[in-house]
């Protein structure tokens, strides 16, 4: 396709659009309105829940829709409107909370759009080897959630997406890591992915990016070949394959730039603004 073809830009955030101190460049904000003035619907399509998206870093540029959580829930921006959700199973996920609340990580559960932490688990939260923009938001924008497994044997949460974060021990390795990961493999009806930051992060079965962007390609009326869409990390990949164009940052896992139609330069080096400028104005 020529580059006037593609009509709808999906960004990814974390280790894309912002750099290691969670913060968007200019240029990247210039050649997003430059995209924007060219017909170019600008999405962003992140691991992270509504409330957990960095609105300010944004400044001037002003965006309609979000797929969020991995695709697990699509948003209207104006309105805060939901107009896509797939959850997980409640029910299912009672011996897997179970099971996670005995492993010492740390947990968050997204849902409707925020962020929860069962108190149990939040001291963990100084312990993380994450980016200290990672750990602000973290901290701002979590919740504790009480009676976690009871809420779910009563299936009364819409838990859109988990994500596990994991402490170093002092040999390097991640507490629990290994052990959870071979856990988690063997239990039917979901999607696991490495999000960034060695975390791991599960949603419904069938659920990526891709199927977020392919209910707002039905809504707007496009199709998946007239998007672009840039990304760094396996929740990333079901995204770049679907797509018309699916560009790997820089400093993308290689398992993502070798699936990708083409490699810009890293979050540190305008790598952002460079594809939007080399393959879509």
């Not at 396709?1 to 290691?20: N, Q």
């Not at 108190?119 to 959630?145: Q, S």
């Not at 009871?150 to 838990?159: F, K, R």
């Not at 398992?255 to 460079?274: P, Y």
């Amino acid at each position: 396709m020529s580059c006037a073809e593609y009509k709808l830009l999906a960004l990814d955030l974390d280790g894309t659009l912002l750099d290691t101190h969670g913060h968007i460049a200019e240029s990247s904000r210039e050649a997003i309105r430059a995209a924007q003035q060219a017909g170019v619907e600008v999405v962003l399509a992140t691991g992270r829940d509504y409330n957990g998206i960095l609105w300010e870093e944004l400044g001037d540029v002003s965006v309609d829709y979000v797929v969020t959580n991995n695709g697990s829930a699509v948003y209207q921006v104006k309105g805060r409107k939901c107009l896509f959700e797939q959850c997980l199973d409640n029910r299912q996920m009672v011996p897997v909370f179970r099971y996670l609340l005995q492993k010492g990580v740390y947990i968050d559960v997204f849902i409707d759009g925020r962020d929860y932490a069962p108190p149990e688990t939040m001291p963990l939260a100084e312990k993380l080897d994450l980016p200290d923009y990672v750990i602000r938001v973290l901290l701002a924008n979590r919740t504790p959630v009480e009676h976690l497994v009871e809420q779910l044997e009563a299936d009364a949460l819409h838990l859109q997406k988990v994500t596990l974060n994991f402490w170093k021990e002092p040999d390097g390795t991640y507490h629990s890591r290994n052990d959870v990961l071979a856990y988690l493999k063997g239990i039917p009806g979901i999607v696991l992915v490495d999000g960034g930051f060695a975390n791991l992060e599960f949603t419904a079965q069938g659920v990526s990016k891709a199927t977020g962007l392919r209910f707002l390609t039905d809504f707007l009326g496009l199709s998946m070949e007239q998007i672009m869409a840039i990304g760094d990390s396996e929740n990333d990949a079901e995204m770049l394959r679907a797509v018309g164009l699916g560009v790997a940052m820089g400093n993308a896992y290689p398992s993502v730039k070798a699936l990708a139609d083409a490699v810009t330069d890293d979050n540190e080096s305008d790598g952002v603004a460079k594809a939007i400028r080399n393959y879509l104005l």
